[in-house]
């Protein structure tokens, strides 16, 4: 069963500012955290500016997907230079090392292995890391050939919300949009393996060549991610 997602309502906060004294010199970081602000708000990609820039699709891949198994098939893989890119569902993916929410209690389906590792050995987190799901390479479409590996950077978008993720897991051949539990509930969608997910509305977008190292590292995903959006975007 697909649920819609539910996004949390900001409450605003009113701020009541100290009366200054006249002549006093202003606090010595009062500037510097509205500076700094404003850069990084500079930085950041907007959702709107990414969906812009996959409004139109070039297939790159030779067949349609689905978005879950019986669905019709009307999804395709699309491209660019520096990138590839669907629009489907967020279906959740639990697999990898157990944990309190991904387990075999909590997911009917769940696995303990990824198809990916972690720089240790160990099994990818769902609960921890934000990762994407790839289909298995077929007739239809075959990342491999489209510079798209273990690691590999994405940014995921949801309503107004951009959230960056590796490639961390592969999934059946003819079905699309899956992600992990970690990256649904960065996205404000329900992250429930039984019940959550996104019906529709998610946009994926796998930049080619890129690796996130280590790749269970978030911090690195996002890095690279807010880099390689601003160039998708043509902000360098």
Known sequence: MRVRSLMLAAAGIALIAPTAIPGAAPPPEAGHGSEARRIQGARTVRAAELLAAVRDC?????????????????I????????????????????????PHCNERTDPLFSDTTAYQQSDG???????????VVPAPSH????????VR???????????????????DV????IIGEASYALARDLGVRS?????GAASGVTYILFKGSGAS?????RAATAQGERLARRFVGRN
Request: aromatic fraction near 6%.
């Open 150 to 168: 273990r690691g590999t950077v994405a940014a995921v978008i949801h309503r107004d919300r951009v959230r960056y993720a590796v490639v961390g």
């Open 76 to 99: 395709d893989v699309c491209g660019k230079r520096n990138a590839v890119f669907w629009k489907a569902d967020l279906d959740i993916d639990c697999d990898g090392r157990p944990g």
């Open 214 to 218: 280590p790749i269970e590292s978030r």
């Open 58 to 74: 070039a297939p790159v891949s030779s067949d349609r997907f689905s978005s879950d198994d019986g669905e019709p098939a009307d």
């Open 140 to 147: 239809r479409w075959n990342h491999q050939e489209h510079d």
């Open 192 to 196: 429930d393996p039984r019940g959550g």
């Open 171 to 174: 999934g059946p051949d003819d």
């Open 122 to 132: 160990r099994q990818l987190s769902a609960e921890r890391l934000p990762y994407v």
